[in-house]
Structure formats: C-alpha cells, structure tokens
C-alpha cells in the first residue's frame, strides 16, 4: 500500500525561508527541513539575528539535516537579488518561503516617508526581487513552490497599520497573479495567513488585549509558530500541488466570524 505521507515528504529539495531565524520563520524552516528539505535562513545580518539564525541551523543539523544561515537586511537597495545570488551559489531553490516582514504601527495622518519606504522595501520591494530572481528558474526546472506569509490585515486591516495591511493586501494580489503566470510549469504560488499569532512582535499587544482577541476566535484561543507549519508543508510538497493561488487563513475561525 502506497505510504500516504511519501507526497509531504522533501528529499532532495532546497528551502528558502526568509525572516526564519524565529517564531513563525523558525517553525516553518524546521518543519520542512523536517520533512527532508535542505534549509537556507535568511535573517536581517544584526549580530542578534545572526545568532538566531545559526541556533535553527545547528539544530537542524543536529537532526542529521542540511541548513545554512545567509544574512541581508532587505531595507537595503537590491537586497532580493544580492539573497538570491547568494543563495544559489549554494543550491538551486525549489520552495520559496516568504515570511520576512516589519510593520510600523503608527496613527495614518503621522507615518512619515521613512517609515513608508522601510515598509515597501522590506514587504514588497525584495520581495518582488526574490519573485524575479528565483521563480522563472522553478518553471524551467518544472517544480517549485511558493508560499507568501501574509495576515488577516490583508482583509480587515487595523487602522494603526495603513501601510503594512497595504503591502499584505498587494502580496497576496502578487501571488495570485504570479499562480496564474506559473500554474502550467509545475510551480503553485499561495498565500498562507495567519490570524492572531502570539510572537515577540505582539506580545506586548497580547498581555492587554489577548483575552478579549481570543474570545471572538471561535478556536477560543490566539494561535502558536507550530499552529502554522501544517498547511506551510502541504502548501510546499506534492502533497499539495494541485493547491495553486489560494489564500489560506490559519486563524481559529476568526475570518469566519
């Protein structure tokens, strides 16, 4: 009998995870080297964030599995393409996760140009390089999978976060547009949305206002990173490839509500 878990399972793929140095980008990084994937985790290159993402690939190695850190700040001119240079030096890249992002909550009428720019730089600029560099050589090879990570802003955007709903909203356009570019060359392009995730960014928000928050997901309760890594892996094996520009909320319900 055919083993049902063969079709999850990534031997002989190589991931990119952007942003996987922790919570959500650590999960996922794990989670599909795991599965067999070789792993490259990209982090912003503070010594912090360098430290992080070495902690994911020792143990990644740890578990008899293959990753390697690469450090770029994407607020920098040319970021995508200097990561995906730098990353297919050291395999082809048939997943691409992109799970690297900031958001500068501010009131609309204060968001000055530097905190616009850092946001587009950072949440579409590279990722419109990565999209570039790396997707046309997917198609070539005739697989790849494309996950964005993008947010419940997308659709009911919180008014302190104009400009990071609106670079979710447009990611999540990206993607369908490129599912219906690529769909016929064996590469599925889909976004996975989180809801309420507790991670470091929000858990300040989260100790004033998770209790009310978790009273109206009918889950009861605000997600974890490891809630997400499920569909993150069906989304990046063949266990999901007739998956193609779909936009997949992993909220407990909320949207449903």
């Known amino acids: ?5 063969d079709a999850f399972r990534l031997a002989g793929r190589t991931a990119l995870v952007t942003g996987g140095r922790r919570e959500i ?16 985790v990209h982090h912003a290159g503070t010594p912090e964030e360098a430290t992080d993402a070495n902690a994911v690939v020792a143990e990644i190695l740890a578990g ?11 607020a920098q001119d040319d970021a995508g393409l200097q990561l995906a240079l730098a990353v297919t030096g050291w395999a082809d890249i048939d997943i691409l ?5 900031i958001e500068l909550p501010e009131d609309y009428r204060t968001i000055t140009r530097e905190h616009f720019d850092r946001q587009i730089a950072v949440n579409l600029r590279t990722t419109l390089e990565l999209f570039q560099a790396l997707v046309p050589p997917m198609a070539e090879r005739g697989w790849g999978r494309v996950v964005t990570i993008g947010s419940v802003q997308q659709e009911r955007p919180h008014p302190q976060m104009l400009v990071y709903a609106g670079t979710k909203a447009a990611q ?4 369908l547009n490129l599912a219906r570019e690529f769909g016929g060359h064996g590469v599925t392009v889909n976004n996975l949305a989180p809801g309420a995730i507790l991670t470091a960014r929000n858990r300040a928000q989260m100790a004033v ?3 009310a928050l978790a009273a109206r997901i009918p889950a009861g309760r605000v997600g974890t990173p490891d809630d997400l890594v499920g569909a993150a892996l069906l989304l990046c094996s063949d266990a999901g490839r007739y998956i193609n520009g779909t936009n997949l909320f992993v909220d407990g319900g909320r949207m449903a509500v």
């Open 1 to 5: 009998m055919k083993d049902p878990f």
């Open 25 to 40: 980008g650590r999960a996922i990084a794990l989670t599909l080297a795991g599965a067999g994937a070789r792993v490259a």
């Open 64 to 74: 008899g599995g293959q990753a390697k850190a690469f450090g770029q700040d994407f």
């Open 97 to 101: 996760v992109l799970n690297a992002s």
């Open 172 to 175: 999540l356009n990206w993607a």
């Open 209 to 211: 206002e998770g209790e």
